[in-house]
T-cell receptor, first 112, second 115 residues
Framework: EAQVTQNPRYLITVTGKKLTVTCSQNMNHEYMSWYRQDPGLGLRQIYY???????DKGDVPEGYKVSRKEKRNFPLILESPSPNQTSLYFCASRGEAQETQYFGPGTRLLVL | GNSVTQMEGPVTLSEEAFLTINCTYT??????LFWYVQYPGEGLQLLLKATKADDKGSNKGFEATYRKETTSFHLEKGSVQVSDSAVYFCALRKGLLGSQGNLIFGKGTKLSVKP
């Protein structure tokens, strides 16, 4: 089954404790991206990647890092989480020449 | 810059009512337009799309027509069901390559359908 998976689905952490949210897709897609969803703000893009070792900033990259060492994986790293990073995070992927973008189920993060 | 504006919610309707969720966009050229749906506790799913002017996207009884002259892509359904309760996002994309391949979303409209 074609899918985008994220782990963990729920995470409670404390300020400053480094964390990684994993994202994996099994569709051999070139394009992957991370979004955060906040009430009243909709979805905002954090980072995106057009292929292995090619990443770029989205609209709200501050406080986040990403890497793309393998085509299927695109982890989101919070080196020193802060409460304003409490949010719902979505990973997404798309084939380079395809219109449809597929989303993961989301990771709900609470930073205390 | 490129942007999407959609009507604010929440929208509450009775079952079998007619639904319209307005969406307008700002972009140069001919972007592709999308409606995504997010059911409670789930990720976003593509509902329908249109890639050029006057195209009509349709799926699950929902329709939207790409209107270049009014820069709009309004979502409609003739008879909503309780199972249509969800958040609906309008989005655009300028192209497929590079930063043009990024989706730009509206803020979402929450729909609640009462039996």
């Amino acid at each position: 089954e074609a899918q985008v998976t994220q782990n963990p689905r729920y995470l409670i952490t404390v300020t400053g404790k480094k964390l990684t949210v994993t994202c994996s897709q099994n569709m051999n897609h070139e394009y992957m991206s991370w979004y955060r969803q906040d009430p009243g703000l909709g979805l905002r893009q954090i980072y995106y990647s057009m292929n292995v070792e090619v990443t770029d900033k989205g609209d709200v990259p501050e406080g986040y890092k990403v890497s793309r060492k393998e085509k299927r994986n695109f982890p989101l790293i919070l080196e020193s989480p802060s409460p304003n990073q409490t949010s719902l995070y979505f990973c997404a992927s798309r084939g380079e020449a395809q219109e449809t973008q597929y989303f993961g189920p989301g990771t709900r993060l609470l930073v205390l | 810059g490129n942007s999407v504006t959609q009507m604010e919610g929440p929208v509450t309707l009775s079952e079998e009512a007619f639904l319209t969720i307005n969406c307008t966009y700002t972009a140069t050229g001919y972007p592709s337009l999308f409606w995504y749906v997010q059911y409670p506790g789930e990720g976003l799913q593509l509902l329908l799309k249109a890639t050029k002017a006057d195209d009509k996207g349709s799926n699950k009884g929902f329709e939207a027509t790409y209107r270049k002259e009014t820069t709009s892509f309004h979502l409609e359904k003739g008879s909503v069901q309780v199972s249509d309760s969800a958040v609906y996002f309008c989005a655009l994309r300028k192209g497929l390559l590079g930063s043009q391949g990024n989706l730009i979303f509206g803020k979402g409209t929450k729909l609640s359908v009462k039996p």
